[in-house]
């Protein structure tokens, strides 16, 4: 592709989004970026043609709206703008601009928004980043549209990797995966394996990340009941607890992480006792937030807002402006030397 055309198509993406203020009912279009086309009406050229056009303004009823004022017709034009530019060429950096956006200013104002499912699912199957951001547009086809896409949850497994704790985007993807898992339609091997699978992800995540994965996990087994084996399950096969290094647990465990298709991975008949290794961690606010499933499923669920947006940065900064309520542990006693006696230095450093 020449620069000249990838400069073009640059261009043409500052241009498409800022296309705003489109009815999204049918109706008669008031706002225009050029004349109303109300002022540019011409008279008939030909004089019979110009005194039926008279005759049929004196006759009462509403008056025929022209093309150019149907919101209708301004939304099929916006609609086959699009999807020819989605057509061409894009690059990765466009095509995840135009990902973020789709859901709020593309989609609400086409005509027929399931014409972009194609791409959506194109993109969808790409993987990385670029599904995390066809998430949201995809799952409004599906909800708002009717849009049916059978591999949807075998793909959105996939996408629970190491990488999830990450990305840019892990924030908005947890939210969605949440709203996602949220139906009681669901099968319970689907949502034991989306546990099992968050939760086997967290034994080597960042702190920060454990924050909501934790709450993101609880939610799930709250919403869906058919799960709490997760937790409560203590047979051997499940829960090993004779073996003492995790490695061991994970060699017993009857769930397969590898298996692709979460009917495969068997997390129904496994337990969640990575949970338990968390009790331990070494972060205070990981540990504690473990601890709440040793407790009583009696809470209302978690909001996950509250913890979407922790990093390494905002634990330290909690950290340090925690409010110390001892004084911190000191030397009973100020030594007098900085050396000890006999030492090289002990005559200059002397401190008393």
Known sequence: MSYNTQCLINNVFRILPNIKNLAVVDGTVTEFWANDPATLVKEPANPRKRRKVAGATDQEGPEPVDPVQRSSEHTKTFENLWVAYLGLPL?????????????????????YPPALSDFLTRAYAQGGVVSVLALNSLFTLMQEHNLTYADFYLKLYALFDRQLFHVKYRSRFLRMASLFL????????????????????????????????????????????????????????????????????????????????????????????????????????????????????????????????????????????RPSHKDPALAAQIPPRLFIEGDTYHDLWDLS
Do not use: G
């Open 91 to 111: 690059s990765l950096d466009l095509y995840k601009q135009i990902l973020l956006l789709m859901h709020k200013r593309i989609i609400p104002y086409m005509h």
């Open 182 to 321: 949220a139906s009681t339609h669901l099968p319970s091997y689907i949502i034991a394996a989306f546990a099992k699978r968050m939760a086997r992800l967290a034994l080597d995540a960042p702190p920060a990340a454990l924050l909501v994965v934790l709450p993101w996990i609880y939610n799930l087994l709250k919403a869906h009941a058919s799960c709490m084996p997760l937790i409560h399950r203590t047979d051997a096969k499940a829960k090993p607890k004779s073996t003492p290094t995790v490695n061991k647990w994970m060699a017993s465990d009857p769930y397969d992480h590898t298996a692709a298709d979460p009917k495969e991975a068997k997390a129904l008949e496994s337990s969640l006792w990575e949970i338990q290794t968390l009790q331990s961690h070494y972060a205070p606010q990981v540990s504690t937030m473990a601890k709440v499933f040793s407790d009583r499923f009696t809470r209302n669920p978690f909001d996950l807002e509250d913890f979407l947006d922790h990093t390494y940065s905002t634990l330290f900064s909690a950290e340090l402006d």
